[in-house]
């Protein structure tokens, strides 16, 4: 048997491992989830020591369907901004992760802010103060974990986003690295130089000795020591934040080429080639991607609430059993009724950067009936992303005609129709959606030669089905009028 790539895809609720061969065929696949940890209003946490149990757990799966082949490389792409503390020597995380979607530290983003310091983060990181990102979750375990911050300084202590710890763990603590596109997402990394700032470090209160090495996206950062169920020697050879893994799985390679991943949130990414491009418009500048001395940038539109809000719908309304039922459900009547739905369930990402908002079901009357709040839910997952792409066209001064899909929510035609309908731009879906966990798998074989060069990648990379827009102009405009007025007051 040929040997195959390995992909963990760490993701917030659960930890996914792909087999694939060198024809991108999936061979094995399986997840595994882990407790959500909700410590009081607003907090989301996660135990390390379970995503790292789900991670294996997942890996043995795989590995027991497939037969246990030989794994050529393995790659890496996980939940971003997640914030791990570890002791170097025992590897114990000196308290739970905090999550990206966590709010505990809006306090202190706000009295940065008052300060008049975002310009500065804005212009060295591509990122505004945002609870979201990884800096202010660090400053905030040095501040209340007891002893976190004397053992810091002593150099006793590890800060990792999810990629760091599992190269940390998988190869026996041999290792301390991140790639550049997680760095990108942690307040701390200056854009121009990818390195750490020692400015920002000193604002924030973060001693440099915490911090992992930056590496590329593609490159062989260790080899994997012997731990049941993951077999020694293998090396880890790719490493990207998720939605800049889902970025390269769906070969967006040519500057203006966009994709938009829909998973627990929503994430709407351009590639803006080898300069960094400064959103004038509640975007994100962040890394895609570092292969060899090649930096590739991109713009990035983030929602929180994608399939969360289904979620919300499954286990809070118990409106649906699982998931799917939503499009059923949805198929129920015509339309909405004129419902809107703001998924603000944590805050409004870009380009509104509300961490205060909350979600909103606006225009309810008394023939509102399950099948209007569940076709609402969908309608709002897409007019979110509406709001991302027209800053994005306002900040590159043109328009984007195609956007590649992926993500589980991408699965769902009626979402899909009505995403193509609001933007007015043809929907490319690929075959594969879970175009995370194949990014992280196409930049780790390039890094040991499975493949050549990522021109050999588009070979291997085949569409499922194009939605069209097909809504009058006037119906759009209802939608989008409707929609402001929610927004406004979420």
Sequence with gaps: MDALIMAIDQGTTGSTVLLLNRNLEVVARATHE?????????????????????VKRSVATALEAAGHPPIAALGITNQRETTVMWDRRTGTPLSHAIVWQCKRTDPLCQRLKAEGLEPLFRRKTGLVLDPYFSGTKIRWILD?????????????????????????????????VTDVSNASRTLLMNLETLDWDDELLGILGIPRAVLPEIRGSSEVYGHTVEGHPIPAGIPVAGMAGDQQAALFGQLCFEPGSAKCTYGTG????????????????????TVGWRIGGEVTYALEGSAFIAGAAVQWLRDGLKM???????????????????????????????????????????????????????????????????????????????????????????????????????????????????????????LAGLAVGVWPDQDALAAAWTRDRVFTPNMTAERVKGHLERWREAVAKA
């Design 144 to 176: 209340h974990v007891p002893g976190a911050r004397a053992r810091a300084e002593a150099g006793e202590v590890a800060f990792g986003t999810i990629d760091s710890y599992l190269v940390w763990r998988l190869t026996g603590g041999a290792v301390h």
């Design 34 to 54: 882990f407790p959500q940890i909700f410590p009081q209003p607003g907090w989301v946490s996660h135990d390390p020591e379970e995503i790292w149990r789900s």
């Design 266 to 285: 929503a994430f709407l990414l351009m590639n803006t080639g080898s300069k960094p491009v400064a959103s004038r418009h509640g975007l994100l500048t």
């Design 320 to 442: 649906i059993r699982t998931a799917s039922e939503i499009e059923e459900l949805a198929r129920q009547v015509e339309d909405s009724g004129g419902l809107v739905f703001v998924p603000a369930l944590a805050g409004l990402g870009a380009p509104h950067w509300r961490p205060s908002a909350r979600g909103l079901l606006h225009g309810i009357d008394r023939g509102t009936t399950a099948g209007h709040i569940a076709r609402a839910v969908l309608e709002g997952v897409a007019l979110q992303n509406n709001d991302l792409l027209e800053a994005m066209q306002k900040d590159l001064e043109q328009p984007l005609t195609r956007l590649k899909v992926d993500g589980g929510m991408a699965a769902n035609l009626l979402l899909m129709q009505f995403q193509a309908d609001i933007l007015g731009v043809e929907i490319v879906r690929p075959k594969m959606l879970e175009t995370t966990a194949l990014g992280a798998a196409l």
